[in-house]
């Protein structure tokens, strides 16, 4: 299977704005699956790619607030209900007693959510890509930006595909096998 890509050679600082311009073009065309690398984030480049928001803050934040209010509603109800001891003279709910353990179990349900999630099998990572054989990916995470293209997308055509990086300024076009 054969994927073209693209890695761009100018400087960082004027790249930026022509890599959100191949993007934009990429998805203007309809081209759907393929990559972008970048050697620093690049604000806007997802909405230009045409990526949805993600929804891992939506999961951990209603995950984080489900852990406090248990927390919460154990620590009250083993306090007062199951155990109620009076120590120090004060009253079976202290709310100032409570902070530390609540805060902490809703700060690990946060983070236990956000990293069993980024574990899905689904969304992890490839240990091979067949963009780690190209030689102008190993300057991604240095100076240098690469788009690619997967040959796997319903509207790929090669030429066109070739035509419209070439059309927005790419220094460097390449096929890869898989």
Request: aromatic share 12%; glycine share 6%; charged share 20%.
């Amino acid at each position: 299977m054969t994927r073209p890509s693209c890695g761009a050679s100018s400087p960082s600082t004027r790249i930026r704005p022509s890599s959100i311009t191949r993007a934009s073009a990429c998805e203007t065309q309809a081209i759907k699956r393929g990559t972008r690398g970048t050697p620093f984030p690049v604000h806007g480049l997802d909405q230009a790619m045409g990526l949805k928001p993600t929804k891992l803050p939506w999961y951990v934040l209603a995950v984080g607030l489900s852990g406090s209010l248990f927390m919460l509603w154990f620590e009250v109800y083993s306090m007062s209900e199951l155990y109620p001891f009076i120590v120090g003279g004060k009253p079976l709910f202290s709310l100032p007693a409570f902070v530390p353990v609540w805060y902490e179990i809703t700060v690990l349900s946060s983070c236990l959510t956000a990293f069993f999630r980024e574990l899905d099998p689904e969304r992890a990572a490839s240990p091979h890509h067949p963009a780690f054989q190209s030689k102008a990916f190993e300057r991604v995470t240095d100076d240098k930006f690469f788009i690619m293209v997967e040959a796997t997308d319903a509207k790929f055509d090669r030429d066109r595909t070739k035509a419209l990086l070439h059309a927005t300024g790419a220094s460097l076009i390449e096929e890869l096998e898989d």
